[in-house]
């Protein structure tokens, strides 16, 4: 069974590069051809009681619903706090966790002597080192222990990543990671390690950035199943499969300053359709071609990681204008029926939709339909021509079809010179949807008498 989550800290909106991680888990679950299909977890991550709101949980439920991504079940940190009061208990009766005592300050000055030296700023384990009677001493002194976890330097931490391919980090290399505050709250690393065993997460898709935390990770999952944490059925299966994608760059560089405009609030505003969205960020930074795909189940089925490249991903809003453009093309009435003007049917969305960049323009070039329309003046052989239009119309299958070619044949005129007038006369203006598909919705009495003043 393939089960992902997404894991969001609400401390903020999410944006396009969350947007992606979302998509791309959301996928994972969707396309697994199982019996019983996959499960895509929201798990929110708010252990930073003092950073986390509310009401960024209620914008992420409701963005996750504009975009389509459903989820099967929810996940809350802060419910869970007893189980990673358990697991701290079992890794530390393991003795891979130790409490120290250094203040910020003098990690500080320890991670500045290091650099000045050209060495790695790696924690030093000086915590290690104390004897029992200086701990008490510490604590004597008022000062609550901060607790570490105890990488395992006996050998290299390795895994398959689904992206990068075989990795490898030597443990020695990294700072043993602090998992607990002094004031007993919890950091990211042992909580996310704890749900995903607890949660049975197959796959754990994310950013490139927390590369590093998978290593320390595999040795947080490796060193709770052999302290018995986990229940007997995830522990036949120790640990997830890992890939970390590459980020998102904007097409000038970093990202990071436009984000808080690149969220779905701000995407809607300019009439982005959730479904270019999807297209773009399903294959951006993959092999396989960007395409106005408005499936969500092609695109779905699609979704490989293999195809992903190493190099960051570029997200270019031109790109997203471009393929909202092409989405919308394809719409079907039933998806935007809610938001098109009054009386705008099922016929009109269908003569309009290839005219509009955006659906909130429908309502513009509906009003060609039910008019006023400003036509240009016209020269008097035009004008004798629109005379002789109103006089040729006739209602029948195809009243557009059959009035130009009357007027063809009666005129001799063809090309721009027979079609031009007509549609300034019938509409006011020199373009726009296809007229054989806009004046049945005109309608006979109103396109006779657009005509007749036209020529008047
Ligand atoms: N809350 C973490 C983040 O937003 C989750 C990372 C993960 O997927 O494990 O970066």
Known sequence: MTTTRFAPS???????????????????????????????????????????????????????????????????????????EAAFDALRAAGRIYPCYESAQELEVKRKIQLSRGLPPIYDRAALKLTDAERAAKEAEGIAPHWRFLLDHAE?????????????????????????????????????????IDMGVTQVLRGEDHVSNTAVQIQIFTALHAAGFAAAESAAKPLPAFAHEALLVGREGKLSKRLGSLGCDAFR??????????????????????????????????????????????????????????IVHQLPYEAVAARLPEGMDAAGWHAIRPNLAHVGEAAEWWRLVTGPIAPP????????????????????EDPWGTLTAALKETTGRKGRALFLPLRQALTGMDHGPDMGELLPLIGETEARARLA????
Do not use: C
């Open 269 to 326: 505003e300019r009439g982005i359709e959730p479904e270019a969205i999807v297209a773009l960020l399903a294959r951006l930074g993959t092999s396989q071609p960007v395409e106005p795909i408005a499936d969500r189940a092609a695109l779905t089925a699609s979704f490989d990681l293999a195809s992903f490249g190493r190099a960051p991903a570029k997200f270019d809003e031109e790109d997203l204008e471009r393929l909202n453009a092409a």
């Open 10 to 84: 609400p401390t903020g909106r999410l944006h396009v590069g969350n947007i992606r991680t979302a998509l791309h888990n959301w996928m994972l679950a969707r396309q697994a051809k199982e019996p019983e299909r996959g499960t895509f977890i929201l798990r929110i991550d708010d252990t930073d009681a003092d950073r986390s709101r509310e009401e960024y949980v209620e914008a992420i439920r409701a963005d996750l619903t504009w975009l389509g991504l459903d989820w099967d079940r929810e996940e809350r940190q802060s419910a869970r706090l007893g189980r990673y």
């Open 156 to 196: 290299p931490i390795r895994w398959e990543d689904g992206i990068r391919g075989p990795q490898s980090f030597e443990p020695a290399q990294l700072s043993d990671p602090v998992i607990r505050r002094a004031d007993g709250s919890w950091l990211y690393m042992m909580p996310s390690a704890v749900d995903d």
């Open 453 to 456: 003043h036209a020529a008047a």
């Open 377 to 396: 003046p016209f020269a008097p052989e035009d004008r004798e021509f629109l005379a002789r239009a109103a006089e040729l119309l006739t209602w029948g």
